[in-house]
Every structure is written in structure tokens, then in C-alpha cells.
């Protein structure tokens, strides 16, 4: 089975509110985490990252919370914008994987105006 | 534009017919990878290459898939005799090997149907 996985496949926001975007993995091994955007027909775009000797990362609009304890990750996105509709996955790089990523299968974002 | 580059965006081509993907990676990564995206699904790695050595293939690159990357520069990468089942988004992603070797930029994908 998948080692990363998402609780929602759909979320849907409206404009201004906060997002929030849940991801589970299972390997303990784990040790790197990415957030992707992808929007229709377009390559997943980088987010924000975060190691596994962290608990939380702040970029522009956007936190990441990682909880090792129960394996869980989360995205935030404050003040979610019509632009912000799209896709979202997270991803985890497995200690010695030679850095491949795992991806879960993702969780659709809509943000209504 | 200095990201990572895929060619063609887009492949039709008939069952059995051979197609090529190229991939222009970031110019100072070294570290290169495939992967392949289902409808509705996160992608799935295919191989890696770090410089021009090509360094893991995942179950999923069956003996018709091939990969090259002949200077460290660009990728190929080659399915022969295609089948339906391998239509899908052929993604590429590239990474560096300093201190962000982790984090893997994608380009735009191709999209092949197989018919």
C-alpha cells in the first residue's frame, strides 16, 4: 500500500478563509517532506519543504506542520485565493532512497469567490 | 526561462509504435528523475539518474521502457511497442546535489495517449 496518503480526496473554501490540507504517512524512515501544487495539465509546482528535525515552516501564505509522533503532516494557507484552486500533494523522501519521492494521491482544492 | 523543460507536451500515438520524451533539467542540477502520473493519482517514480549514470529503475519501468542521459545533461526517455495501459503524464524532475539535494523541481510533463 501507499505510504503517504491523504484524510480528504475534496476541500472546498471560500475566498479569504484558511485552508488547511491533511497528510498521513507511514514510514518512519521518512525524513524530508515537500508540499506540491499542481493545477490542471501543468507539472506539480514546489511548495514548501520541511525536514524531519523540524515541527513547523513558515513560507508566504503557506505553513507546513509536521507531527512525528503520529506521523501526520498539514499545509496551511492563510487567506486562500481563487488562484490557490488546484491540487495539492505531499510528498516524503525515505532516509536513503537515494532521494526518490512517495507521493500520497493528492486532495483537490476549490476556492469559491 | 530556467526551469526544468519536457518535449513534446503532448504524444498521441497507435498501440505498438516506439515514442521518445525528452527532459531538459534546471542547467546546474545533476541529479535527474521520471516519474509517471495516472489520472486522479500522485506520481509514481520510474528511474534516476545522478550525472549520466542512471542509478535506479523502479519495478514500474517494464523492458520496454528505457532512459538514457547521454552527457548528465538532458534526458531521454523511450517506451517501445506502446500499450494502452501506458498512457499517462510523463513528468521529469530535477534536484541539485548541495545542501537542497532533496528538493526535486518538475517540469510541465508530457501527456501520452496511447489509441
Known amino acids: 500500500g501507499e505510504s503517504v496518503g491523504l484524510h480528504l480526496p475534496t476541500l472546498s473554501v471560500q475566498e479569504g478563509d484558511n485552508s488547511i490540507i491533511n497528510c498521513a504517512y507511514s514510514?518512519?524512515?521518512?525524513?524530508?517532506f515537500i508540499w506540491y501544487k499542481q493545477e490542471s495539465g501543468k507539472g506539480p509546482q514546489f511548495i514548501i519543504d520541511i525536514r524531519s528535525n523540524m515541527d513547523k515552516r513558515q513560507g508566504q501564505r503557506v505553513t507546513v506542520l509536521l507531527n512525528k509522533t503520529v506521523k501526520h503532516l498539514s499545509l496551511q494557507i492563510a487567506a486562500t485565493q481563487p488562484g490557490d484552486s488546484a491540487v495539492y500533494f505531499c510528498?516524503?523522501?525515505?532516509?536513503?532512497?537515494?532521494?526518490?519521492?512517495?507521493f500520497g494521491k493528492g486532495t483537490l482544492l476549490t476556492v469559491n469567490p | 526561462d530556467t526551469g526544468v523543460s519536457q518535449n513534446p507536451r503532448h504524444k498521441i500515438t497507435k498501440r505498438g509504435q516506439n515514442v521518445t520524451f525528452r527532459c531538459d533539467p534546471i542547467s546546474e542540477h545533476n541529479r535527474l528523475y521520471w516519474y509517471r502520473q495516472t489520472l486522479g493519482q500522485g506520481p509514481e517514480f520510474l528511474t534516476y539518474f545522478q550525472n549520466e549514470a542512471q542509478l535506479e529503475k523502479s519495478r514500474l519501468l517494464s523492458d520496454r521502457f528505457s532512459a538514457e542521459r547521454p552527457k548528465g545533461s538532458f534526458s531521454t526517455l523511450e517506451i517501445q511497442r506502446t500499450e494502452q495501459g501506458d498512457s499517462a503524464m510523463y513528468l521529469c524532475?530535477?534536484?541539485?546535489?548541495?545542501?537542497?539535494?532533496?528538493?526535486?523541481?518538475f517540469g510541465p510533463g508530457t501527456r501520452l495517449l496511447v489509441l
Open positions: 524532475a530535477s534536484s541539485t546535489a548541495g545542501t537542497r539535494r532533496e528538493t526535486q523541481y
Open positions: 514510514n518512519s524512515a521518512s525524513d524530508y
Open positions: 510528498a516524503e523522501n525515505i532516509r536513503g532512497s537515494n532521494y526518490k519521492l512517495t
